[in-house]
């Protein structure tokens, strides 16, 4: 599936909005502003890990800013080192995703979010 496609779309919707409320809408760098959007640890292009919620923290947009070199450093720190490497491993091996896989993620996601927000 491309990025483009409709469900890709939803479930980076949703992974966005799992991160956020995770976070509660605070920036994890520097828990002084409100976030203003989901940063992908491991890139989003590798797929295996693109909506897997511990690849993602919650940034304002003055920290969410790709030309700084201390965005990955700190982002690892965040998720921890061994997180780090468990989703990395999870990258190498899944390098694609299909319709199918992608409507069994959007489901986790809703159920995630629905599980979040009434405090399960």
């Known amino acids: 599936m491309r990025k483009s496609d ?3 779309r939803e479930c980076d919707k949703l992974w966005s ?3 956020c409320l995770k976070a509660q809408g605070i920036c994890q760098f520097c828990r002084k502003r409100l976030g203003s959007g989901a940063h ?3 890139p989003r292009r590798h ?3 693109a909506f897997t919620d511990t ?3 919650w940034l304002c947009s003055a920290c969410h800013n790709h ?3 201390y965005l990955q450093a700190k982002s690892i720190s965040i998720i921890g080192q061994a997180e780090y490497a468990r989703l990395w491993e999870i990258a190498r091996q899944v390098t694609l995703l299909r319709k199918t896989d992608l409507c069994f993620i ?3 996601l809703e159920r995630e979010l ?3 927000k009434n405090g399960v």
Do not use: F, S, Y
């Open 40 to 42: 992908h640890v491991i």
């Open 47 to 49: 797929t295996g890990t």
């Open 106 to 108: 959007r489901v986790r």
């Open 114 to 116: 629905v599980a979040l």
């Open 17 to 19: 909005e799992l991160v």
């Open 55 to 57: 690849n993602g923290i």
């Open 6 to 8: 409709k469900l890709w």
């Open 67 to 69: 030309d700084n070199p």
